[in-house]
T-cell receptor
């Protein structure tokens, strides 16, 4: 059974803290993605990666960075968390190609106080 | 990627067919239509995709109009577990990025 796991389902952090969100996939997928989801705004792409050590900015990269040192792991980093980064964060992975459906993890609900 | 327009919400009686429309009037010839859904507290789940022809799998059917400017996702016998937000997406066949809109919130009524 295909699986994308995220390190935490719920996380509470203070303003200014450095936050790491981890995502691991066991499908040997080349592509990995980080989204955030907010009420009324749908899913918005933050960053994505086509390969190890490669990263591309999505639609809303400001305030975030990513790291992909191994194929199966894609980390989202909030260098200095702010209250407007309170959100649901979703990780996804896919194989390259025409019919590359994305498989999503369960999400991490981050609250920054 | 082309923009899509979906109704904000829809209701459907349990056991009936749920027909979810999507307009994508600016779709280009090599863009595919994809459908995902998101059940509460879960990540999105792929349902089906198509280019020109109608498609069917174990979850749903996808009907694409001849001019490709709109499509309909059909859940043939809706159950309470089909209550979710359904996203219609159009994307290039070689573009891995998927742009999610706001989707349609489908309520299945007992």
């Amino acid at each position: 059974d295909v699986k994308v796991t995220q390190s935490s389902r719920y996380l509470v952090k203070r303003t200014g803290e450095k936050v790491f969100l981890e995502c691991v996939q066991d499908m040997d997928h080349e592509n990995m993605f980080w989204y955030r989801q907010d009420p009324g705004l749908g899913l918005r792409l933050i960053y994505f990666s086509y390969d190890v050590k490669m990263k591309e900015k999505g639609d809303i990269p400001e305030g975030y960075s990513v790291s992909r040192e191994k194929k199966e792991r894609f980390s989202l980093i909030l260098e200095s968390a702010s209250t407007n980064q309170t959100s649901m964060y979703l990780c996804a992975s896919s194989s390259p190609g025409v019919f590359n459906e994305q498989y999503f993890g369960p999400g991490t609900r981050l609250t920054v106080t | 990627d082309a923009k899509t327009t979906q109704p904000t919400s829809m209701d459907c009686a349990e056991g009936r067919a749920a027909n979810l429309p999507c307009n994508h009037s600016t779709i280009s010839g090599n863009e595919y239509v994809y459908w995902y859904r998101q059940i509460h507290s879960q990540g999105p789940q792929y349902i089906i995709h198509g280019l020109k022809n109608n498609e069917t799998n174990e979850m749903a059917s996808l009907i694409i109009t001849e001019d490709r400017k709109s499509s309909t996702l059909i859940l043939p016998h809706a159950t309470l577990r089909d209550t979710a937000v359904y996203y219609c997406i159009v994307r290039l066949n070689r573009d891995d990025k998927i742009i999610f809109g706001k989707g349609t919130r489908l309520h299945i009524l007992p």
